[in-house]
């Protein structure tokens, strides 16, 4: 910056401040120069004691200026500048004019050609600071009233917006809360889905501590050095950041240990933490957390921020990283011929359930039953891909191969809830575990069959004969959803009470197109939900259940 440059604005500047304070004899035009040209500089003069917003245009720079009180001899000063995205280059100027021209000037010699500059009044202009980067940075120093300050800031990459905050009183509290002497955060304990972090106390925590919380920022992309850094990235990555849920925390917005999740939609609260860009806690003054629900094997960065309630101010610890550690590799159970056996799939966790078999015969079969909620088969031999499909009722699948081929099977539910599936692998298709099914495992009701006391259902059956028992449960309307949703699809007649069995009965029929049986239930109660379940025993003594049918006898007849 030139000389001039720095010298003409100040000395307008000052020739405005002063034909502002000192009453002397001029004319209307006179004083209307005058008078526009405080109130324009007055624009650029930085609030003492208020936090201003700064927005600067790639490679313009932007100055703002400030004087002290008149009268006051000499006094500390504090100006703190806030990046809030790329870094910045910024600036502070004194100049110092001479007593003798501060003199003239205070005579009433007020003529605008040599108020403008026009006379080179003894003036001495110096940088006094200078810094260039991201970080949240603070001067402090000491002004008199005869020196003229001015604060130059420039952004070289982009278009960008910063706070800067100038206060002259030292000795009523501060704006932005305090740091302890070691703003460093500590990771004390690292699992597969969580880290323990810790950091020390501020100063402001026990000295106001109703007004004061500590928010933790979890990402994985990298530190944020300020709230205002964060929220900036935010907003540029194209997320919608409604202004009444802004990343500077208000105590009306969060309650202690809520969340902040940053979807790829818009920002919520949530009490639980779950999936997101950005993840924000508020836990009060505690300063010792677990993060919770982090993904396994993953760097997270972690930031700390100090917040003042009453004024949304923040200040932002040393940020620290850390990884998750690996998940450990799930147990695989072998599967061994003809046998069956049960697993319970995590929905929650959305973990794979691992099984391996290693072939004795070229052909072999692997069955599936679903028993409970909704699941995903993915089979694999020698490391490629043979089968992956969801599974509903009893699947199977015929595979060749060569001998001491190794099959792996994977399974995981496909819902939220749990889910359970029975599996087999056999190379017997002679002697199956399972009966042969029909084409559907519906059961069909006749509406025009319904009476107040009976109720007409059919079934599908096979070429094969085989055994197929009908029981009944009375539900109320209220537990049809809940009866349905919580059965499971693979227990058997055991479980059944003794009184709620109807009957049992052998039939099949070469011709498919006429294996179809019919069964009249009676003796039911009228206007009453009845749920019916018809079983399917094989060879194996294995039972297969039909689809429950809910139906409702006539409430007059």
């Known amino acids: 910056m030139s000389w001039f440059c720095f010298y003409l604005p100040l000395h307008l500047l000052m020739a405005a401040c002063l034909c502002h304070s000192i009453k002397a004899p001029t004319t209307s035009s006179q004083q209307s120069f005058k008078t526009d040209l405080f109130n324009f500089y007055h624009s650029l003069i930085l609030a003492d004691g208020k936090e201003t917003t700064v927005h600067l245009l790639k490679d313009i720079p932007k100055r703002y200026y400030f004087v002290l009180e008149e009268g006051r001899a000499l006094a500390p000063f504090t100006i703190t500048v806030t990046p809030c995205d790329v870094p910045i280059e910024w600036s502070i100027l004194v100049h110092k004019a001479s007593a003798s021209f501060l003199g003239k000037a205070a005579q009433g010699d007020h003529d605008t050609q040599e108020v403008s500059g026009s006379q080179k009044a003894p003036s001495m202009v110096s940088t006094i600071f200078n810094y260039k980067g991201n970080s949240v940075e603070t001067y402090m120093g000491m002004s008199s009233h005869s020196a003229l300050y001015m604060l130059e800031f420039l952004s070289t990459e982009r278009d960008t917006h910063i706070t800067v905050y100038l206060t002259t009183d030292t000795t009523s509290g501060h704006l932005y809360p305090e740091l302890p002497m070691d703003p460093r955060i500590d990771v004390i304990g690292i699992g597969h889905t969580t880290v323990t972090l810790t950091w020390k106390h501020s100063p402001s925590v026990l000295q106001h ?57 818009e ?27 982090l993904g396994p094997s993953t760097q997270y960065y972690f930031d700390v921020f100090v917040v003042n309630l009453l004024t949304n101010a923040s200040a932002a610890y040393t940020g620290t990283f850390a990884r998750t550690l690996e998940e450990p590799e799930p147990k695989v159970m072998e599967l061994k011929d003809g046998k069956v056996i049960q697993v319970v799939l995590d929905g929650k966790k959305q973990k794979f359930y691992s099984l391996q078999y290693q072939a004795r015969h070229k052909k072999i079969q692997f069955t599936f039953q679903l028993c409970h909620g909704q699941a995903r088969v993915h089979i694999t031999k020698n490391g490629k891909t043979v089968a992956l499909e969801n599974i509903s009722g009893l699947r199977s699948f015929s595979l060749k191969g060569k001998l001491l081929d190794t099959y792996l099977v994977q399974l995981r539910s496909t819902e939220e809830s749990n889910s359970s599936v029975k599996v087999q692998v056999s190379p017997h298709f002679h002697k199956p575990l399972f009966p042969l099914l029909p084409e559907s495992l519906k059961i069909k009701s006749f509406s025009k069959l319904r009476t107040c006391n009976s109720v007409t259902i059919a079934w599908l059956g096979t070429q ?82 039909y689809h429950s049918k809910v139906v409702k006898t006539r409430k007059k007849c």
């Open 464 to 545: 094969e004969e085989s055994k197929y028992c009908v029981y009944k449960k009375r539900i109320e309307e209220d537990q049809v959803w809940m009866e349905l949703r919580s059965m499971d699809r693979c227990s058997g007649p055991e479980s059944r009470h003794k009184s709620e069995k109807v009957l049992c009965k052998y039939f099949y029929d070469i011709n498919l197109q006429r294996a179809v049986t019919t069964e009249t239930i009676k003796g039911l109660d009228a206007g009453t939900l009845y749920l019916f379940d018809v079983y399917l025993f094989g060879p194996s003594g294995i039972p297969v259940r």
């Open 209 to 265: 501590r109703e007004n004061i919380q500590y928010c933790l920022l979890v990402n994985e992309k990298h530190n944020y050095k300020s709230l205002c850094a964060a929220e900036t990235a935010i907003r540029s990555s194209g997320m919608k950041l409604p202004p009444t849920l802004a990343l500077s925390l208000s105590p009306y917005l969060l309650e202690p240990q809520q969340v902040m999740i940053l979807s790829n939609s």
């Open 267 to 293: 920002l919520s609260i949530i009490n639980k933490a779950s999936s997101g860009e950005v993840r924000q806690i508020c836990m009060g003054t505690k300063n010792t957390y677990t993060v919770p629900n």
